[in-house]
């Protein structure tokens, strides 16, 4: 069987002598979009900073297509918690930002950047400041720019959280539609029970209380495709303990 696209095994993670989570083995197959749920403080971005060689974890090994990138940035794209656009540039700009940092030619930049402006449905919008989008466009140039990290694996940090119930639902299904497209393999965050069951074919469940001494792990995982929306749905409130 093929290696998955990307795959964590038995991670354990922490912030200098402060214990985050343990023995954290996930993947995501190649054009899968696949979830990770879990409450606030558990360690869901530390666990992508590792993910996407920002910090080495204390153990275990991160592979992307069986190759060993434990601690390497740059190999997967990464979609920070907050990934603002910058005010005082414009959407173009920002949307070419990943390459310009790469050494890409200013121009040639803007052209591969705007080239994209329709397929992520901000055309019109190129010569923009971010301050004159609405949230889900923000949030749309924003995916735009971490598409153009240029990598086909994808860790979306809480892409959705701060956009309106309805835009939500929108720009998630859009999302779904995109990684299919492009031919991405997603790894996408949520504290979203049913976002994570609308948006991924498997969710994982990651759970602790690292503040309290309770050291975090993958409590479960849920086959959304193979059991259902309704019998995933309380699978993972059962794994959350809110059912
Ligand atoms: N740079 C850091 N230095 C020290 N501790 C940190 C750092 N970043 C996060 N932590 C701690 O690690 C734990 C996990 O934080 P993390 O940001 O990964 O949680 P999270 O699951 O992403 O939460 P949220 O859903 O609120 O975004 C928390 O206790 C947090 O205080
Ligand atoms: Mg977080």
Redesign the pocket.
Known sequence: MAAPALEAQNLMLS??D?A?AEGVSVHVDEGELACIV??????????F?ALAGLEKPADGRVLLRGEDITGVPGRVSYML?KDLLLPSRSILDNAALPLIVRGVDRDAARAKAGALFATFGLEGTEDLWPAQLSGGMRQRAALLRTYLMDNDVVLL??PFSALDAITRVELRRWFAGMVRELGLSALV?T?DVDEAINLGSRVYV?DGM??KGIVSRIVGEVDVRGEGPAAAKAALEGYLGLS
């Open positions: 912030w200098g402060f985050v879990g409450r606030s403080g558990c360690g869901k971005t530390t666990l900073h918690q940090d809480e965050i504290h990651f690292p503040r």
